[in-house]
């Protein structure tokens, strides 16, 4: 226990906000009287933003620098970022002024009521309604019905966790978007709140509507992946088993024709059919073999290969 806050923040060309929410975040935090660090993840900006960062960094220790190199989205960019952190309490927020640092005690509050996880909820988004609201409200009802994990606005980039949280997890790409469903899926408590989102000011936003159709995908896997938890023999297998099981009934009958009868009369589609389940069975059988393999010899991901500089 080390009583730190640590704030990971990705920005991609957000050379305009920076400086201002690092003001904003020391403000916050100074009537907390709690040591804190900010570590900025610049995921290939073609700006300034590095430069501001550097310069953050070299009048306050407390400002960490991870440059990428080039862009590898934001899940990546908070995966190294909270690879740096030594705090208890882990936060992140967007780096475009968006989300207001003011609420950084409202998630501490929660997370002292117990809660392992805090998310943040838009509930009054200043965003564009046709192409960014709408299609994430579709995918976060989707979210709530398929998961059970009653969270409104799954994606806010506004979050804070207990550092066991993300210390166990073994997630890649995308795929850290659901860390509260993941999360509450390993009985960690996740709660949320309201927080007060801003319109952007400065720069521009880096996600369209095809953020939600790529949603829905992402969805799908996850409902896969904690549905079935880490046994996708189990999912494959049966159905495989399954279709296996009833072409093999349908061989055995075809065979019972031909020895008793002399020929198969009619029934050759039938005996297509079998073949077919049978064939469909012995691939679904060994696909879940073969993710079941995966899964087992896969190391954690590691990116830090995607570093290019770090100011510590
Ligand atoms: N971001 C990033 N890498 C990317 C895209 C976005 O680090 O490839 C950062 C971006 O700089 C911002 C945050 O992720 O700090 C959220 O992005 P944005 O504000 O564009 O998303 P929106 O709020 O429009 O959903
Ligand atoms: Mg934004």
Redesign the pocket.
């Known amino acids: 226990m080390n009583n730190m806050l640590s704030f990971v923040?990705?920005?991609?060309?957000?050379q305009d906000?920076l400086i201002q929410l690092y003001q904003e975040i020391c403000l916050t935090v100074a009537t907390l009287k709690r040591p804190f660090e900010i570590v900025f993840?610049?995921?290939?900006?073609t700006d300034e933003?590095f430069q501001i960062l550097k310069s953050l960094h070299d009048k306050d220790k407390r400002v960490k620098v991870v440059k990428l190199r080039g862009?590898?989205?934001?899940s990546i960019?908070?995966q190294i970022g909270f690879g740096k952190t030594k705090g208890d309490i882990i936060f992140t927020?967007?780096?475009?002024l968006?989300d207001n640092p003011h609420t950084i005690p409202a998630f501490l509050k929660k997370l002292d009521e117990g809660y392992d996880l805090v998310s943040g909820w838009k509930k009054n988004r200043h965003?564009p309604s046709l192409t960014?609201v709408l299609p994430?409200r579709i995918v976060n009802s989707l979210s709530r019905r398929l998961t059970g994990v009653k969270i409104h606005d799954i994606?806010c980039?506004f979050k804070a966790y207990r550092r066991e949280v993300i210390e166990n997890l073994n997630l890649y790409g995308e795929l850290y978007r659901f860390i509260p469903i993941i999360a509450a899926k390993q009985n960690y408590k996740v709660g949320e709140i309201i927080v007060d989102h801003r319109p952007?000011i400065y720069?521009?936003?880096?996600?369209g509507w095809s953020?939600g159709i790529k949603g829905i995908l992402d969805l799908l896997t996850i409902v896969f992946l904690t549905g079935f938890k880490n046994r996708p023999g189990h999912f494959f297998g049966s159905a495989g088993l399954m279709s296996f099981s009833a072409g093999f009934i349908i061989g055995v009958y075809i065979a019972y024709l031909r020895l008793t009868t002399g020929s198969i009369q009619n029934r050759h589609p039938l005996l297509f059919l079998g073949m077919l389940l049978m064939i469909i069975g012995v691939q679904l059988i060994s696909t879940g073999l073969l993710a079941e393999m995966i899964i087992f010899s896969r190391e954690k991901s590691d990116y830090t290969f995607s570093i290019k500089e770090y100011l510590a």
Do not use: M
């Open positions: 923040i990705p920005a991609k060309n957000e906000s993840v610049d995921d290939g900006s933003t862009n590898w989205g934001k960019a908070l927020l967007d780096g475009d968006q965003d960014k994430s994606n980039g952007r720069g521009k936003t880096k996600f953020r």
